[in-house]
């Protein structure tokens, strides 16, 4: 057996989270810089629940309010010299996935000088400290090294994974998530099971993420019927977020695998959200690695209650839809993005070339 741990961020989730964890806000410094998407923040309550904390303990702050779905290289780039100028000195994402991956650049870009697009692969130090409050339930980015990033320069997403950018703090309240639409609850809480399950099967996978990823899919699974009927009570909702936070732990450990490396086509190319991009891929996937993976996917359709990976499949379809037709030059081209993705590649349990993703992609054409 062979495991490591390691979960620097302090992670509470409750009611009233917020309220309760000031000293978050307090040990973190004088001046914050909140980022957060163009509404949600505001809508669902989360903004309104920080700015009282602050005002309540005399620290000063900013907003950039502008991050948008998949942010953008020039975004953080805008952000980052906002708060600069701003000399800030922590930095509180609220959102999704988003805002809190703008967060985490941003938190490294108002200590450091160089250019934006630098920060795939430039070595810093300094980064300011990050508090999470993530407003959806999916990404896990609360408790993750990564943050990913729309690169138009090469048409595809592309992620950073340094420890450095692990918020101090992350503050759960499911609360907030009962703002979301239908559509978005369901595409993020997919994106949390994806996860789970890939962090379950990717080759980087060990003995103790193992026991979060299965817990997190067993959480999943128990809100299946409620997310497709839209019927989410908010104890389903707190199930999700912890399945949320636990997917992100396990991914911090083992990485993603092929499903997020082709999804991101989906995504830049189709408009699909990014949790329902994975989720399509699913039961492909599962069946690729039906071989190298016999036994950790019977367990996995056993906590889900499935007898074979097809009907792994109808939960994806029937939470999701069905997958886009592609035509030839859409397989060719995104085998080609997919290939720019070598870690998720290098990860995944089925030995895979190019050909075998151009294979995948044909059956997903169809
Ligand atoms: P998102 O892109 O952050 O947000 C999607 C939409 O949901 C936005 O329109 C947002 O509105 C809205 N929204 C968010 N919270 C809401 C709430 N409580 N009520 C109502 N609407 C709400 O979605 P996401 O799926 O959470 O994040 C996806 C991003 O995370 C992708 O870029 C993905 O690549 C990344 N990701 C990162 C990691 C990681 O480890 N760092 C892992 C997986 C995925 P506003 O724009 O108004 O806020
Ligand atoms: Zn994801």
């Not at 996917?297 to 994806?316: F, K, P, Q, R």
Request: aromatic share 8%; net charge negative; glycine share 6%.
């Amino acid at each position: 057996m062979k495991y490591a741990l390691s979960l620097s961020t302090k992670v509470y989730q409750e009611p009233e989270c917020i309220k309760n964890h000031p000293e978050a806000f307090v040990l973190s410094g004088k001046k914050a810089f909140i980022i957060t998407g163009r509404h949600s923040a505001k809508a669902c309550g989360a903004l309104e629940d920080v700015l009282d904390v602050l005002k309540e303990n005399k620290i000063e702050y900013c907003i950039f309010d502008e991050v948008e779905n998949n942010p953008s290289v020039e975004t953080i780039e805008a952000a980052g010299k906002i708060g600069k100028k701003e000399n800030v000195d922590f930095v509180v994402g609220i959102g999704g996935g988003s805002p809190l991956d703008a967060a985490k650049a941003i938190a490294v870009l108002c200590s450091n000088d160089f250019p934006a697009i630098d920060i795939f692969k430039a070595s810093y130090d300094k980064v300011l400290p990050v508090i999470a409050v993530p407003t959806t339930s999916g990404t896990g980015s609360e408790v993750t090294p990564y943050a990913v990033f729309l690169r138009k320069d090469i048409e595809t997403k592309m992620g950073i994974a340094n420890p450095k950018v692990l918020p101090s703090y992350a503050l759960l309240d499911a609360k907030y998530t009962a703002f979301m639409s239908h559509a978005s609850t369901v595409s993020t809480a997919v994106d949390a099971f994806t996860h789970n399950l890939e962090g379950y099967l990717a080759n980087r996978s060990q003995a103790l993420s193992d026991v979060l990823a299965l817990e997190g899919i067993r959480l999943f699974s128990e809100c299946i019927d409620a997310l497709a009927e839209n019927t989410m009570t908010m104890e389903e909702r707190e199930k999700l977020m912890f399945a949320s936070m636990l997917g992100g732990a396990v991914i911090t450990h083992t990485g993603v695998t092929l499903p997020h490396g082709m999804g991101y086509c989906y995504t830049y190319y189709k408009d699909i959200p990014h949790g329902k991009a994975n989720g399509l891929l699913i039961e492909e996937y599962l069946k690729y690695n039906a071989a190298e993976r016999r036994d950790k996917i019977n367990h996995v359709l056993e906590i889900m209650h499935c007898t074979d990976i097809e009907a792994v499949g109808s939960v994806m379809t029937r939470l999701l839809g069905t997958a886009p037709k592609l035509t030839q030059e859409e397989v060719l081209l995104y085998t080609e993005q997919t290939m720019r993705q070598a870690k998720s590649i290098e990860n995944t349990a089925h030995k895979t070339t190019k050909e075998d993703i151009y294979h995948f992609w044909t059956r997903m054409a169809e």
